[in-house]
């Protein structure tokens, strides 16, 4: 059968011996587990141009995301498995990001697709103490009314550890293209609900997984529900002047949305489409949405959030740390006089 690789069974103590090695690699520069961000799109140009602009601009938010709140990052542009093309790319990568990184406690997933729309707000990592995978979803859809669209892996984390490399394992014999993945579809359509009728995908798998094979997985899986981890962009694009009028960022919830994901955009797709030009609309909308959280710190805001013009806010200042009136002069005063 297919394996992403060579089995491992003592990651955990290989880990922790590297980490005893090498003190003080494991933490960031605020002395937190280290997070790292991941993400990757297809090796070569997209059908249309517009797709590769789009993964550019999404590439920069990640950027400005991980500088914030300082996050290592790392995007993939290379196929690590012949077999594991498409949307299944994502998982002999993470295994590969695991075992080379033990000093990484934490991978975050985000698809190319998606975009942070809440610049400030901060994972409340607290919250996983005890858990390897946290993933959006909603409890009673999955685990109740066992639906494929319960949870979206298009945006998630997963703990470097062996619980971790298990579940790769487990995940990734449904991927490899061709009649293993087709048949697995077939499967997964027949135990899912609302399933329409396709290959298996990624996120279908790992609903089956949840609910039908080792009891484990659930153990250690935390649905989030409180903020979008993932957020689906038709219920979210058109709320943004609303939120800029009555809200703040900070939030992560249907107050300010800290991640909209263009699933099923297809932005790279050559055929030019309606739905197309309006995924394209939304998304140019959604990063200038965010952008303006970072620009706001230089002075400067999109004049709307369809257009990627600009138009200053303020003055630049002399001072623009606050400083020359109160504060310096204090300082430069001889200390112990
Ligand atoms: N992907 C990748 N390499 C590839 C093709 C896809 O890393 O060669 C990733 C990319 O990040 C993409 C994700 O797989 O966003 C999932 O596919 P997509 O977003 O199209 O699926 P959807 O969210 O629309 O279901
Ligand atoms: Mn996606």
Redesign the pocket.
């Known amino acids: 059968p297919y394996t992403l690789g060579p089995k491992i069974s003592d990651w955990d103590a290989q880990r922790k011996f590297w980490n005893t090695m090498n003190p003080g690699m494991n933490k960031t520069r605020t002395g937190k587990p280290k997070l790292l961000l991941v993400?990757?799109?297809?090796?070569g140009p997209c059908g249309n141009p517009m797709g590769d602009f789009y993964y550019l601009k999404f590439l920069k938010n990640r950027i400005d995301y991980a500088r914030i709140h300082g996050l290592e990052i790392f995007y993939?542009m290379a196929?690590f498995d012949n077999d594991m093309?498409?949307?299944w790319?994502?998982l002999p990568?993470l295994r590969k990001l695991m075992v080379n990184h033990p000093d990484v406690e934490w991978i975050w997933w985000m698809?190319?697709?998606?975009v942070f729309t809440d610049m400030t707000f901060e994972m409340p990592m607290h919250k996983y103490e005890g858990k390897n995978l946290v993933v959006h979803g909603f409890h009673n859809l999955l685990y109740e009314e066992q639906r494929w669209i319960a949870l979206n892996t298009?945006s998630f984390l997963i703990r470097n550890c062996q619980w971790s490399l298990d579940l790769l394992d487990a995940w990734a014999p449904f991927g490899p293209e061709g009649e293993t993945r087709v048949k697995a579809g077939k499967m997964l359509t027949a135990k899912l609900v609302d399933r329409p009728d396709f290959e298996a995908?990624d996120?279908s798998a790992l609903v089956y997984l949840l609910l039908f094979d080792d009891p484990k997985w659930k153990l250690k899986t935390h649905i989030e529900w409180e903020f979008y981890l993932h957020g689906y962009w038709k219920y979210l694009v058109y709320k943004y002047e609303d939120l800029m009028s009555k809200s703040r960022p900070g939030f992560g919830d249907d107050r300010w949305p800290l991640v909209t994901?263009?699933?099923?955009?297809?932005p790279c797709q050559e055929a030019v489409t309606t739905k197309l030009d309006e995924c394209l609309a939304q998304m140019e909308r959604a990063f200038n949405f965010a952008d303006n959280q970072v620009l706001e710190k230089y002075g400067y805001t999109h004049r709307s959030l369809g257009s990627f013009k600009t138009q200053r806010i303020r003055k630049d200042s002399p001072d623009p740390l606050g400083l020359l009136e109160e504060t310096l002069p204090a300082l430069e005063k001889p200390q112990n006089s």
């Open positions: 993400s990757g799109s297809q090796p993939n196929m093309t498409s949307f790319a994502k990568l698809d190319s697709d998606a298009g995908d996120q994901h263009f699933v099923g955009c297809k």
